[in-house]
Every structure is written in structure tokens, then in C-alpha cells.
């Protein structure tokens, strides 16, 4: 859903940081690595002692790396397969570190054991969400879809969070957890379904083009001639 204003974003309101990176000689790896780690250092150093507001700024101060980079290898023409990888392993490890950081604050102050549970069930189904498209994609299939892409995840519990610690609602900071981990279980979902009509498909196809199997080993393809 949100996916259709990364234009807006990258084109008008992170294009001057995207040209002061490219005049300063810093790498879209370098920008990848280092809104990676201002992520899990906020979501881990303010999220477990109850700091939730200060965490979100300082996540959202670095979250942006992920379009800034991209849209640096863009214009600088360096495009390539290890930086598609090393954003999406790195992704995982911010992605990680928010709903781990949240488990913590829930063990911590927050004391919940329940949405302690929902904030890990919310870390695990969410890499499976991307593995799930990840491994459709290495096979050859598609896995596109569902309702729980990354950006609406981790835009919706920022947001969310941060606002139910400037007017004093946890409640909604709840009710968005207990929304993504819908979410995410329906995408899984979604994703395997979809891979597998695919996957019948496919296999269909080569079982057809496959050659008839010929008689088993050691036994005459016709009849036996009479002495």
C-alpha cells in the first residue's frame, strides 16, 4: 500500500540527501549499513526501558535509509545484485530489532506477558512473510501480495507507538499488534497459496513433457518369442 508513494519520497523529500551522499563519495552500502544500525540502536537501547517516543524519532531519523540508498544507486548507475542482497538481509535485521525491542519493553516495564507473545509472534511471522517471497522468487515463482508488505509493518507500529506515547494511549500500540499479526498470518498465507497453484502448474507441465519411462531393468519391451 505504501509502496506507491516511494516515488514521492525519493524524488522530492530525500532527493537532496540522496545528491549530498553522492557529492560527500559515501557508498549506497555505506547508507545501508549505517540506517540499519541507527534502527536496532534505537529499538534496542529506548524500547526496553520504556523510552518508546525518543525510540521512534530516532528510529524514523534512520528508517529513510532504505529509499535514500536505493535511489543512490540509481543515479549513480551501480545497480547490483549484492547490494539488492545486502539490503534485504540488512532489512531483516532492522525489521528484527523494532518487534524485539518491543518483546523487551513488554517483558520490562511494559510488563505484559501477552503482547510480549504478540510482539515476538509479529517478529517470526513477519520474516516468514518475506522468506515466503524470497524462496517463491529463488524457484522461479511469484509471491507477491497479500496485505502485510514491509512498509506498511513498520510504518504502522512507529507510528502508532509514537503516538500512543504522546497522548498516553498504549492502546493503540495494542491494537496494531494484534492488527499485524493478522495481517502477517493472511499474507503467509496468501503467499503459499499463491505458490502453490503455481507449483501445481509447473509441475504438470514437466510431468508431461516428461518421457514415457521405459520397461524395468532386464525385462524384454515385447513378447517373448516361442522356442
Do not use: H
Not at 69 to 98: Q, V, Y
Not at 116 to 131: A, R
Not at 171 to 180: F, H, R
Not at 188 to 202: D, P, W
Amino acid at each position: 500500500m505504501l509502496e506507491r508513494f516511494k516515488g514521492f519520497w525519493q524524488g522530492v523529500v530525500l532527493m537532496p540527501f540522496v545528491r549530498l551522499f553522492i557529492k560527500l563519495g559515501i557508498s549506497p552500502d555505506t547508507v545501508t549499513l549505517v540506517g540499519t544500525i541507527g534502527v536496532c540502536a534505537g529499538a534496542l537501547i529506548f524500547f526496553p526501558i520504556g523510552e518508546l517516543l525518543i525510540g521512534v524519532l530516532f528510529i524514523t531519523a534512520f528508517v529513510f535509509s532504505d529509499l535514500v540508498d536505493g535511489k543512490m544507486a540509481r543515479e549513480l548507475g551501480r545497480s547490483s545484485k549484492f547490494g539488492a542482497f545486502w539490503d534485504s538481509t540488512l532489512d531483516r535485521f532492522g525489521d528484527g530489532a523494532i518487534f524485539g525491542g518491543l518483546a523487551l519493553y513488554f517483558a520490562g516495564v511494559g510488563d505484559s506477558y501477552l503482547y510480549l507473545c504478540v510482539s515476538l509472534y509479529c517478529l517470526v511471522m513477519g520474516s516468514v512473510t518475506s522468506y515466503a517471497r524470497a524462496r517463491a522468487e529463488s524457484l522461479g515463482m511469484d509471491a507477491r501480495g497479500g496485505i502485510a508488505e514491509r512498509a506498511d509493518r513498520l510504518v504502522s507500529i512507529l507510528v502508532m507507538t509514537g503516538l500512543g506515547a504522546i497522548f498516553d494511549l498504549p492502546i493503540l500500540m495494542y491494537v496494531t499488534l494484534w492488527v499485524l499479526a493478522v495481517a502477517n498470518t493472511y499474507t503467509v498465507g496468501f503467499r503459499v497459496l499463491k505458490v502453490r497453484r503455481q507449483a501445481l502448474v509447473l509441475d504438470a507441465a514437466t510431468a508431461a513433457a516428461a518421457p514415457p519411462a521405459g520397461p524395468p531393468s532386464g525385462e524384454s519391451a515385447g513378447p517373448t518369442p516361442q522356442a
